[in-house]
């Protein structure tokens, strides 16, 4: 495994600045992206956070516009306690993608920690009208438990 995951580093390190060779990189083996990104879920799975980071960093410069992408970023951000480097990709991913409950509620965390209850009351509310026809998720109701937390500080 560490063998594999030195010759994933030298790969993205030999890619990440040669648009050619990743063209044809990717002409010759179409699911590398796939492929890595099942290796950055990997990752985060075994809180390999800074590896994790890493690839979904290269995933993100060649698909900025992935909310799965930026997700797992922000994840393995949050997970190495990079708090607003994580609060940055969160909130890519509910730009590209509204409906995805934890990364407002990740991100209402985050806006508790720095001090800022409106903004977290925002995000956790949001939470809480996507998980409407959903209420048994555990995020409905963790967000319904700060947001009482929220308004007893008001």
């Known amino acids: 495994a560490h063998k594999y995951k030195t010759t994933l580093s030298d790969l993205l390190d030999e890619l990440k600045d040669d648009q050619e060779a990743m063209s044809l990189f990717e002409e010759f083996y179409p699911g590398i992206w796939d492929d890595l990104a099942e290796q950055g879920y990997r990752s985060l799975e075994l809180e390999q956070l800074p590896q994790a980071a890493r690839i979904f960093s290269f995933l993100l410069e060649y698909h900025p516009d992935s909310p799965a992408y930026s997700a797992g970023y922000a994840d393995a951000q949050f997970g190495m306690k990079n708090y607003m480097e994580a609060a940055q990709s969160y ?7 509204p409906h995805i409950p934890d990364a ?5 965390e985050i806006w508790l920690f720095f001090r800022h209850p409106n903004q977290a009351k925002t995000r956790l509310e949001r939470v809480q009208s996507i998980l409407e026809e959903n209420k048994e998720h555990y995020l409905f109701e963790r967000s319904k438990q700060y947001i009482k937390t929220i308004q007893k500080l008001d």
């Open 91 to 97: 909130l890519t991913t509910v730009e590209h993608a």
């Open 104 to 108: 407002h509620f990740l991100l209402g």
